[in-house]
């Protein structure tokens, strides 16, 4: 019977996507005898689950791209028999047998091998109106035909996404992709839970550049429908929002209902229990993917986590345990990535959260710099958080988020933690090196040598939340910016002693306080610790500057609900009208507030009207212009993200003030000139030019006295009766005639006058009756 076994195995496999198809091709090439049958429930198996939101968003065009393998070509390349439609119910492990239904029928089936990659189903917890059809989940191909279905027909204009995870993400963007309007609601307060709040806060920011509604810390509570206008979605915090259709990715579970009374051991998450070959309490049956639980790799730990890498990998070590060939499944340490809009967060190992929760001692450090060396057009600032042991260094944990370059970071990084690498092997990785890719000290060594640092205290740091948790009397928060930096935002209560300034005004610290020292991403707040501490005071360096503290601020919501800034983020320029005259600013590879500093120079330079254009790869830039603008009166004319790179065009000046126009939205404009008098003309002038150069359309009215202005030296003659006559001598005949209305002093004031106007650059009265004609 055993040889009969070796020479022909009987092997079943449920579930036909990552890890099945993975197991039935790597079990083809071992055993070529073996007969090997693959059930799947749905309609394909070998599709590809993570592209599905893509072709929603129309990124991925071609359905069809999606499917990788149709059952006819798996079964004639790997000849394995492909049983589509058909759904298994139940297994019975002391008969070696499954059930299976298809079409409305019950049969039982014999295996030697059974091997079960179920995957796991979205989770649709029993919230009053959850079974309205347009509250969807997507897992396949069947999912994503009805939501593009919607977006396609425009039935859903307006989406509510519930759950801030991949899928929540993922579909996030590719529905604003579609023009709809998207509110993403999640019960945590911030969105991509395996990363830290400050780090994920980036990203929030992000959803909110690119016209996501956030509604953090906040939870869908019921659904009403309402007929033709939509579902109501009611939340937690008492808010509702309206909408045409919801995507609800709150999470998965393992797809695992039809083992409940199978004897395979489960979870109380109901995951199946393995050990390292992948195999269950039954030495004949295999579990992988989704449905299994792991080892986390750091803390040793049972956990669920969904990723199709250790999905396929699984499957492998399945068809190699079963073919004899001796593989484990160690651990699974959820490296992951995600893209969201033109920013990459990707994590690996060990967060904070669950650090603390673990309760597993860590020291941490942020760094922030940019993809490739600043100089080199493009570059994208890029920030990196680790966690290593406190003991030796041993890296714990990595989490980076930027725009290019993070795939590869976290790669090394993922790699280093997995073969147990310290920060002082990250610091001396040699990694590739080219302006157009990195930097000579790459930002993983610039990692490492940040945490050498703390870890040999050589910089005692300090942490952007304990400034907020713990205001204390006996401590100086000194910020060692410049100026305009300390000026355009920073930590409250904190004093200003620029780095350059600071060794000769350490006379005004007090060497009894400890000092909390700050720049914008730990650079000078470094240097300046470390001349503070070799002075004898007591210092410790803000861990990723101010840059790391102030989106913590904004990362710290409170069942925040925070709507996008249209104003700020218009994807087509406002009012935006060609000016030759344009100053252009490149801040590209420019960290915050670098960018602003910048633009306050241009603007320094130019004269009231001119307009700047700059160009910054930094999204706090974004963020900080409009109310910079505000600020300092100038009028942002509009903002607009191309590709990651956020352009905006200011134009010096308000437009109101310059030239008392309302706001935008009232362009026409009427004036009645009543007055023949020098200085009112030239102020009426003033007012109807700098309008017109604002975008509005002007219309002066002259009456009878105001006329006078647009009289000729020359006119053609016309015969008038004796009072015309008389009244045409008295009047000024054009601008050049006019007279100030006090002190004229029969021309010699108004003479006066014109002479000063001159000297001032003042345009005459001509001149702007010439431009206003113009
Ligand atoms: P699945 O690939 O889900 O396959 C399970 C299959 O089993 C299903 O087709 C199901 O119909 C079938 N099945 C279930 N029960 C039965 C039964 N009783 N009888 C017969 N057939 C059955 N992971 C990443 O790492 N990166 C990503 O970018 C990413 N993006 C994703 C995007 C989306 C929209 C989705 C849904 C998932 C994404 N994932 C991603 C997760 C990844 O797809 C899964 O981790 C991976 O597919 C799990 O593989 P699996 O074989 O366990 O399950």
Redesign the pocket.
Known sequence: MVEIMTERKRITV???????ASFAARMRRLDERARITL????E??SFA?????YHIGDTIKNRDDLIIQTPEKFRRRYAVEVQTR????AVHPARNTIEVESNGEKREEPYDYLVL????APIRPPIPGIDDPRILT???IADMDRIRALVDERRAQRTVVVGGG??GL?MAENLRHRGGEVTLIEMAKQVFAPADPEMAAVIQQHLTLNGVTLALGDAAQKFVDKKCDGIEVALQSGKTIEADAVILAIGVRP?TH?LTDSDIALTRRGAIEVDAHMRTNHKNIFA????VEVVDFISGRKVHV??????NRQ?RIAADTIAGIESTYKATQGT???KVFDLTVAVTGLNEKNAKTWDIPHLKSYTHGADHAGYYPGAFPLSIKILFSPDDGRLLGAQVVGKNGIDKRIDVLATALRHGLTIYDLAELELAYAPPYGSAKDPVNMAGFVAQNILEKRMPVAFAEEIASSPREDRVILDVRTRTEHENGAIEGSINIPIDELRERLGELDKAKEHLVYCQVGLRGYLATRTLLQEGFRAANLSGGYKTYSTLQTADYDSSYVSPTHESTCSSPTGEESNEDRTIVDATGRQCPGPIMQLKKAVDQCREGQEIEIRATDQGFALDVPSWCNRTQNTLMSLVNEGGVFKAIIRKGRRGDACTVPQDGDRNKTMVIFSNDLDRLMAAFIIANGAASMGSSVSLFFTFWGLNLLRKDNPPRVDKALIERMFSMMMPRGAGKTGLSKMHMGGAGTAMMKQVMKAKNVLSLESLVHQAQE
């Open positions: 449920v579930g036909g996507v990552a890890g099945g059930y799947e429930r749905g394909h198996i689950n993570c592209g599905l939101p058909n759904e298994v119910v990659s179920p995957g796991s997507l897992r396949n991949f899928i993922e797809d039809f992988v993917g989704d449905a969904p990723l199709a890498g250790p999905a499957g992951a990535i995600c």
